[in-house]
């Protein structure tokens, strides 16, 4: 009876130890990977070319307060190559007698007359009257003058004066009946002005 059982018994434990081998050597399962949470998208940097850039806007032009001098619209403008000698030739009529029209050291000069035949020696033709002369050449701005540069002075609402800038802060120009041609510093000045600079090439307005 014992002897049979054991038969029947021995299968049966053989059976479950191979199974629990088998069991044992079999790969682990692998898990799935998770997936991964997505990244946040950074919008977009949009770089701004250069034409869309914003043009800076000028900044208008102020009289300063108590000022005389008429600032023109700020702009370069080369020096005259001939302001040195313009000057120079313009104080040899120093003295010269004041004559209302006149236009020559033999008949005297009036202010405008003076400084008409002094450019005209050069080649330069300007306009005749003060008023006019306002219209020859380029502004030039106060902090910018030359030798050579025309000076006009306003009387009133309109320009009654001219002369010319001879550097170290002064200007030569025909002042007035008794007084004749005269070298006046630039700051004595006690009334508005403007000031052009004339080249070689430029004709009459």
Known sequence: MRKALALILLPALALTLCACAAAALAPAPTAAPAASA??????????????????????????PEGSRYL?????PVPL????????????????CEYRYGGKSPET??????????????FGIPLNRTAADQAKNGVPVPAEEIAPGDIILFYRGGWIGHAGICLGDGQYIHAMDVGIGVVVSPMDEIRTKYVIRRVFADEGQE
């Open 38 to 63: 997505p990244r946040p998208t950074r919008p977009p940097i949009l770089l701004q070319s250069p034409e869309a850039a914003p043009t800076p806007t000028a900044k208008p032009v102020v009289m």
């Open 71 to 75: 600032p023109p619209t700020p702009s």
């Open 80 to 95: 005259n190559p001939l302001g040195q000698e313009i000057a120079d030739y313009a104080r040899e009529f120093l003295g």
């Open 108 to 121: 005297g000069f009036d202010c405008s007359g003076l400084v008409w035949y002094v450019y005209g020696r």
